[in-house]
């Protein structure tokens, strides 16, 4: 997996990072929070601070930011720890913000007795009324923030302990009023959420917020650089005040610009939405842009970390429309793929002119530009598939493809065929047989065939060969109809383009499937680690941990991938059996045929 951060850290981000990287060892964390599965968003905050820790000789953390038990679940941990795995990287370790809950507890015990923080009775409304939100009016203190020490400890153990039920009661950093900026308005700090958490059971009743608890994290792991997205500039006061408040080391913040892909929808709401009225198969189903479903699709990780490798890392929030990233995984795939022959609907043309038990073994490369993959055979006989949309009944002067008395050459047959009649089913009015002659000179011929304009693929059968392959391809399509399915008057749902996908039942591939599928994945580096800073060997790592973060890329039906020639790049499907395979589209071939 190509990942050079020189090139993709740009200069306004490596002004602010990379030059005031202290001399030390460099560590970053990747904190997502376990509630959802990641998305195409994510990979870009995944390749910064993996990429960032790799390209320093540095590690990379995985912290499951989980101090929210109510959106938590376990099925999300996994799915996040396959995903960056998937993408080829190892994290130094995998830890969990709850494995602090009794330090950042003890914390917050010291904070309330020096003074930075108090319990606060207030409703939701009074503190906005305070905080002069929609008022119009100044700024008040909450009368609660000048209370003793001592009476807020006594109320934060009580908050602890179940005398006050959610909402009740929060506890509060006294931050500074005065300063300009929201974020340092007195924060909440811990709240009650009558919640057993997936870690810690029932051990608590109150959680930390994420502004108390992001910080002191990174502080306790000794991050170097906390990189998040630019929503977080005006958390960094904040982030910095509470870590010198308790008297501990100060992570240094530095912020990035958001990756956004338009024609799609990314939250977790709304791609539930689509889910739960099942206008998409699940959270992978090919059309979406959640890690899962690029990964069912077919698109190699690969080329996701070189999309945003080619984006680069600044502070500026990137909007990327789906052809562009489509046209990364095409360049991509071009350069790294086998090709094989597929017919998506297949119809037969019979070469009367050769015998019923003529076989000609075609050897075809898996790649014409890469000799080095090698080739395969594929039986040339009297009967051959070839696609409907290369047939016509009645020939045109820009046409070049089949028809009647038009020639066209079938690629790597040494000779073209030519049309002579076809057969129509009266019901349906679709051709269901084609004849033809095949165009071999006869000895001595002085005016051999002129080479066809146009060689299309073609699939022929024989006993003593493999047989081709039955497959069902599904071509997909943007699910929604505009740029901006949100901006839809009526919600993003009423933007849905009801052709999103086209399936082809009796679609087949020639027999060099077969190799491809023993020689799976392609690209052949697709598998392999993007980082490999793991210490197997660090002395401060459990087994628990040693175990939990060897990477665990999986050998799925999607690294079955390859170009069908003339048609698009296609992967095999989890949908795919012994008896039947499955296709995805992963892209067309072309930008402009993409729809
Ligand atoms: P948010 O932080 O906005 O709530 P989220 O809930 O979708 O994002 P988290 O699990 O909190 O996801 O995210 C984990 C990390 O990935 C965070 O550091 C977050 O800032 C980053 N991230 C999330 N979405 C994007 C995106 N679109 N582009 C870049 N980084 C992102
Ligand atoms: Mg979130
Ligand atoms: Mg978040």
Redesign the pocket.
């Given at each position: 997996i190509s990942l050079d951060p020189q090139a993709m850290f740009k200069e306004g981000f490596l002004k602010t990072v990379y030059h005031e990287r202290p001399a030390k060892h460099i560590l970053t964390r990747?904190?997502?929070?376990?509630?959802?599965y990641?998305?195409?968003?994510?990979s870009?905050?995944?390749a910064?601070?993996f990429g960032f820790a790799k390209y320093h000789g540095g590690d990379c953390y995985l912290r499951f930011?989980d101090t929210n038990p109510v959106a938590e679940e376990e099925k999300y941990f996994t799915a996040i720890i396959d995903m960056i795995s998937w993408l080829g990287f190892k994290p130094f370790k995998i830890t969990y913000s709850s494995d602090n809950f009794d330090k950042l507890y003890e914390l917050a015990e010291q904070l309330i007795l020096s003074g930075g923080a108090y319990v606060c009775h207030c409703s939701d409304e009074e503190v906005k009324k305070q905080r002069g939100e929609g008022t119009g009016r100044p700024r008040v203190p909450c009368p609660h923030r000048t209370r003793p020490a001592e009476e807020s400890l006594q109320e934060f153990r009580g908050m602890r302990d179940g005398k006050y039920k959610p909402k009740e009661a929060t506890l509060r950093m006294k931050q500074n009023l005065e300063d300009g900026n929201p974020q340092m308005w007195d924060l909440m700090a811990y709240r009650i959420l009558e919640q057993p958490h997936h870690r810690t059971g029932n051990k608590w009743r109150i959680y930390p917020t994420y502004d108390f608890t992001h910080c002191l994290c990174d502080s306790f792991e000794n991050i170097t650089h906390s990189?998040?997205?630019t929503?977080?500039i005006q958390s960094r006061p904040s982030y910095e005040w509470l870590c010198e408040a308790v008297k501990i080391y100060v992570p240094m913040q530095r912020e990035?610009?958001?990756?956004?892909v338009t024609g799609t929808v990314?939250s977790?709401r709304k791609i539930m939405k689509l889910v739960d009225q099942g206008i998409v198969r699940g959270w992978d189903d090919p059309r979406l842009y959640t890690l899962v479903a690029l990964r069912r699709r077919g698109v190699p990780p690969g080329a996701i970390l070189s999309f945003i490798n080619e984006l680069g890392v600044s502070t500026a929030r990137t909007n990327i429309q789906l052809p562009r990233f489509e046209n990364s995984i095409r360049k991509y795939l071009e350069q790294t793929v086998p090709r094989l022959m597929v017919i998506l609907d297949p119809i037969p043309v019979i070469i009367d002119s050769l015998p019923d038990d003529y076989i000609e073994e075609i050897e075809v490369p898996f790649n014409p530009k890469d000799p080095s993959v090698g080739s395969h055979i594929v039986p040339f006989t009297k009967t051959v598939y070839i696609d409907r949309s290369d047939f016509r009944e009645e020939d045109s002067k820009d046409y070049f493809r089949l028809a009647p008395g038009k020639v066209v050459g079938l690629l790597k047959v040494p000779y073209p065929i030519k049309a002579t009649t076809f057969t129509k089913d009266p019901t349906t009015n679709l051709i269901t047989e084609v004849r033809a002659t095949y165009e071999k000179p006869s000895e001595g011929d002085v005016n051999p065939p002129k080479k066809p304009k146009t060689f299309i693929q073609w699939i022929s059968a024989s006993a003593k060969h493999a047989s081709p392959i039955h497959a069902e391809v599904r071509i997909f399509n943007s699910l929604f109809k505009s740029e901006d399915p949100d901006a839809h008057p009526d919600g993003f749902m009423a933007d849905l383009n009801t052709s999103s996908e086209e399936i082809y039942p009796n679609a087949m591939v020639e027999v060099g499937l077969n190799e491809v599928r023993a020689r799976a994945p392609w690209p052949a580096e697709a598998g392999e680690g993007g980082n490999a800073s793991m210490k197997e060997n660090d002395p401060t790592a459990t087994e628990e941990e040693k175990k939990a973060a060897v990477t665990r890329v999986e050998i799925g039906p999607e690294t079955v991938r390859f170009q069908g020639l003339r048609v698009a790049y296609f992967a095999m499907d989890k949908d795919s059996t012994d008896d039947k395979v499955v296709l995805n589209r992963i892209v067309s071939l072309k930008e402009d045929t993409g729809k």
């Open positions: 990747f904190p997502p929070e376990p509630n959802g990641l998305h195409i968003g994510h870009k905050a995944i910064i601070n930011d990189l998040c997205t929503e977080f990035y610009g958001r990756l956004n990314l977790k």
